[in-house]
């Protein structure tokens, strides 16, 4: 008698292999989906703080004004970078939205309004400005993500 395929038994050990291995790999890429969030909404803000410091230095010293900054002009592609972050209550929220500030040229904890995208804010002279993720939740690293 010739055999032919596996045996119930064979095929069950190997699907609690495949289980066993699985409980292992899930957690370690969801890390990985958290650390990834992380490295890019860092980029993204770094991206918007240069687009920042180029405006500054093309206009004489001065920042863009809510607008200008709103509008996405001041970046190369033309709109505001979206962002993605963990708010509060856990969700992930991915969004270009800019909430301003009071005009002081520096965002505070009380600006920041945890529906996602970023806050920026520029002083009434336009010589400082802020600019924050607009997320009151933490990144991997335990870090507020409006304290980067």
Request: glycine share 10%.
């Amino acid at each position: 008698m010739k055999r032919r395929g596996f045996t119930l038994v064979e095929l069950a050990i190997v699907i609690a292999i495949l289980g066993i291995l699985a409980l292992y790999a899930i957690p370690k890429y969801q890390g990985m989906v958290e650390e990834a969030r992380t490295a890019q909404a860092k980029a993204q803000l770094g991206t918007v703080r240069s687009a920042l410091a180029i405006y500054y230095a093309k206009n004489g010293g001065k920042f863009p004004d809510t607008t200008t900054f709103s509008n996405g002009s001041i970046f190369a592609e033309e709109t505001v970078p979206t962002v993605e972050a963990t708010l509060t209550d856990g969700t992930v929220r991915k969004s270009n939205a800019v909430a301003t500030g009071n005009n002081d040229g520096v965002v505070s904890v009380n600006e920041i309004t945890d529906v996602g995208g970023w806050v920026y804010d520029v002083s009434t002279d336009r010589t400082k400005a802020d600019v924050r993720i607009n997320a009151k939740g933490t990144s991997v690293e335990g870090i507020l993500w409006y304290k980067y």
